[in-house]
């Protein structure tokens, strides 16, 4: 079998014919070059007449190919091999600008050997790289795949800042041509190291635009990234690595490798480490076990230079073969807490993801020019979709966190800032003790036109029809229409002094905390007094509600129609509806039941465990959310005429406990190491939507008089000398736990299945138990 190479002059080689096996090369009478593997050899070599040519013998691997040939040449290439001879010298330069001499014959004989080449499997972004694959018209209109914002947004708002960071070291500023390049450098870095498409990467690390790199360079590769936040324990993140099995770690600094070395290098099998921010000097030689480790720059340096390499060479690229990462394809697992305590892998697809970017700018209608503060950790799904649309719509997203955020809202004065109750709840403490602090006043004069703002927006939601109502009877016109008169007078009288209170204190709050537009609130519930307050001020805080499971977002607070109390409607392609507990029926608007939800953005399932994702997603793709609530009734007269099918939540059908921070917390492992005390009878952990966790107890009150007389002698205890004796002895009982309680509320009546607060099988109706005690809980955490 022969092959006639024609290359072209860049290559250099032209006119010589090669057979499959051993064959002679001959040289017509013409100056020649000859590149072997990128070295140039002897490029002035005026070869002999066709009867005067000469042969050499080649022993070193080498390529010898050209691109005309490469897009029709077999599943094979030629190795060739040459040796040294004493015979004439000929100079050619090596790759990095040495001068080695190869001697000549009178001959030159070409020994090539067959051989077949794997070629491997490349995985890309459709619109991300469809310029490396000079795939033209790509349009870049609609995305394939998350990593496509970046083309998408670089060739839109290319020079525009995309993000700050100011509080790590280096301090970085990005456009959005820099953002893209560096997602670039970094997942052809990752595919030089050795990751391959589907395999699991752990990403282990805090908010920084480098974890924003890391993420979409890991997807770039068509990988999975496993996320995770610093905080975490080492059992668990050890967990979380094995359980998903991951091949290997990006880590925020040496400081975190060295807290879960020893676990994961005993327990797990890691093929390399990269470090997010620090130096690898800093990491100890003997925890590292011979496992490669990387810092970023290394791997931003590593892809940039095969980037460049494919650019150049034709051969490098067809080393692959192309496959677009496709819609359905997992982008990320993210762990969320199970009922067992230990969290499970929500597995989210590109389209999951892709549909909170297309959907939720009906939520945020932000743009180019608009700037928001993210302080959330971006593995929670909230943050990482909410990051991902403003960077497709071009707006600045500055990093800060709880450290530097008071002062880099005033520096920066964000438009809107991303955040928990919680952030907002420091805030409204933060302006209620600076006005405290005023003189007197001052104090009285805020105090009473923030009450009278108070009241001008309730009158105000009453006639713009902007109320909440389970009723299904529709209210008489006559009645609804003295009730919209009354609300519009009393509305106007206050205006003039909401006015005022606009100008005289309510500018000065602006001027400190900026959100000019809106604070987008989520992962837990709003307390409605920092609800109404911020409504009074004039600074607008939407609050949206969802899981990881959705991607997360399912209904939010619409700029046009933020009623408080509420989480807005569902968002454009989502269904709502409210169920039975107990028979899964249907109920209709106004009546209270768990929430189900269906979708584009409902998760592929549980990795790995299958019994749960079909507890969690029936047949027809409804997800039971655990959650309890309703959906406003419509009206077309009356106060809650503009916002029928506005969806309220009431509390947790299931244990799971959700703080203000936006942490998930399992009640029973705290309430099963309180059992263990003689001290308590009964306990139920509580703390939804709060700050902290506090408990119900129903003491062991013989037990307590014991101990009490054998430390004071009392005979006789209070119920807040009683609190005090169990709320050390739950600090003592639970100590090995990861959450503490705070605040105890101290009954007397037991919880018993009569009293209807207790199942048959012995189990605390939570519900029941909260609501029958809803003012007392609403006390103990004043």
Avoid at 223 to 250: F, K, M, Q, W
Avoid at 438 to 460: D, G, N, P, T, W
Avoid at 509 to 527: E, N, R
């Amino acid at each position: 079998m022969k092959y006639i190479y024609d290359l072209s002059p860049v290559y250099s080689i032209s006119k010589f014919k090669a057979s499959h096996a051993k064959t002679l090369i001959h040289f017509t009478n013409t100056t020649y070059k000859m590149i072997v593997h990128g070295c140039l050899l002897n490029p002035l070599f005026q070869a002999p007449s066709m009867s005067d040519s000469m042969p050499i013998a080649i022993t070193s691997t080498n390529y010898i190919v050209s691109p005309s040939y490469h897009r029709r040449r077999p599943p094979f290439c030629y190795q060739f091999r040459y040796q040294y001879v004493n015979a004439g010298n000929v100079l050619f330069h090596s790759k990095k600008g040495t001068r080695d001499r190869v001697s000549l014959l009178n001959r030159i004989r070409v020994y090539s050997e067959s051989k077949t080449e794997e070629k491997e499997v490349r995985k890309y972004s459709p619109i991300l790289e469809s310029q490396l694959l000079s795939e033209k018209n790509v349009s870049t209109a609609e995305l394939k795949a998350i990593p496509d914002i970046w083309r998408s947004s670089a060739e839109r708002f290319g020079d525009r800042v995309a993000l700050v960071d100011p509080h790590h070291d280096p301090p970085t500023n990005m456009t959005y041509n820099q953002l893209e390049e560096n997602i670039l450098n970094f997942c052809e870095g990752l595919r030089v190291i050795g990751i391959k498409p589907c395999e699991k990467v752990a990403l282990f690390a805090d908010n920084s635009c480098r974890w924003l790199v890391a993420d979409q360079g890991i997807m770039g590769t068509g990988a999975i990234n496993v996320v995770r936040g610093s905080r975490s324990s080492v059992e668990e993140l050890l967990h979380i690595y094995t359980h998903s099995e991951s091949v290997a770690l990006v880590v925020d600094n040496p400081e975190l490798y060295h807290r879960i070395a020893t676990g994961f290098n005993s327990k797990a099998s890691v093929r390399f480490v990269i470090l997010l921010w620090g130096d690898k000097s800093s990491l100890s030689s003997h925890m590292m076990e011979g496992i490669p480790a990387y810092t970023y720059k290394a791997i931003i340096d590593i892809g940039h230079e095969h980037r460049m390499l494919l650019v150049d060479s034709h051969d490098a690229c067809e080393k692959y073969v192309y496959e677009p990462i496709k819609s359905d394809d997992v982008a990320a697992l993210i762990y969320t807490s199970g009922t067992t305590g230990n969290p499970k892998g929500v597995m989210l697809t590109h389209s999951n993801l892709l549909h909170q970017v297309n959907n939720l700018w009906d939520i945020l209608p932000a743009g180019p020019g608009d700037r928001f503060v993210s302080m959330l950790p971006p593995w929670h799904a909230y943050e990482r979709a909410v990051e991902y649309l403003i960077f497709a719509l071009g707006i600045e997203q500055v990093y800060t966190n709880v450290k530097y955020l008071k002062d880099d809202l005033r520096h920066y004065q964000p438009q809107y800032i991303i955040s928990v109750p919680l952030v907002f709840e420091t805030l409204y403490n933060g302006i209620q003790k600076q006005i405290s602090t005023s003189s007197a006043i001052r104090k009285v004069i805020a105090l009473s036109l923030i009450k009278i703002s108070l009241a001008y927006m309730e009158f105000k939601n009453i006639y713009q029809g902007e109320c909440l109502s389970r009723s299904q009877k529709e209210p008489s016109y006559i009645a609804a229409t003295l009730d919209w008169i009354y609300a519009r007078i009393i509305a106007a009288i206050l205006l003039p002094l909401h006015l005022l209170a606009n100008k005289l204190v309510y500018s000065k709050i602006h001027s400190t905390i900026g959100i000019s537009k809106a604070g987008i609130c989520g992962g837990g519930s709003l307390p409605l007094h920092v609800d109404k307050f911020f409504e009074a001020i004039g600074t607008k805080v939407q609050v949206g509600y969802g899981l990881t499971e959705s991607s997360p977002v399912i209904a939010a607070r619409q700029p046009y129609l933020n009623v408080l109390r509420s989480v807005g409607r569902p968002i454009r392609h989502t269904e709502i509806k409210i169920v039975d507990d107990e028979t899964g029926e249907d109920l209709p608007h106004g009546s209270k039941g768990i929430v189900k939800a269906r979708g584009p953005q409902i998760m592929q399932g549980y990795y790995k465990n299958p019994v749960a994702t079909k507890e969690a997603i029936d047949e027809e793709g409804w997800l039971n959310t655990g959650d309890i609530g309703w959906i406003s009734t419509f009206h077309s007269l009356g106060r809650n005429r503009n916002s029928g099918g506005i969806i309220v939540l009431e509390g947790r059908a299931k244990d799971t406990i959700v703080l203000s921070t936006g942490e998930n917390v399992e009640p029973e492992e705290i309430e099963e190491a309180a059992m263990r005390s003689n001290l308590i009878q009964q306990i139920l952990v509580i703390g939804q939507d709060q700050r902290r966790l506090g408990a119900i107890i129903v003491p062991n009150k013989e037990e307590i008089l014991l101990a009490s007389k054998n430390s004071s002698g009392n005979v006789q205890l209070s119920k807040d000398q009683m609190a005090g004796i169990l709320s050390q002895e739950l600090r003592k009982c639970t100590s090995d736990c990861s959450f503490q309680v705070g605040p105890i509320l101290v009954i007397e009546e037991p919880f018993t299945i009569d009293s209807g607060l207790m199942t048959a099988t012995m189990k605390i109706r939570r519900n029941k138990v909260v609501e029958l005690y809803k003012q007392e809980i609403d006390d103990l955490y004043k």
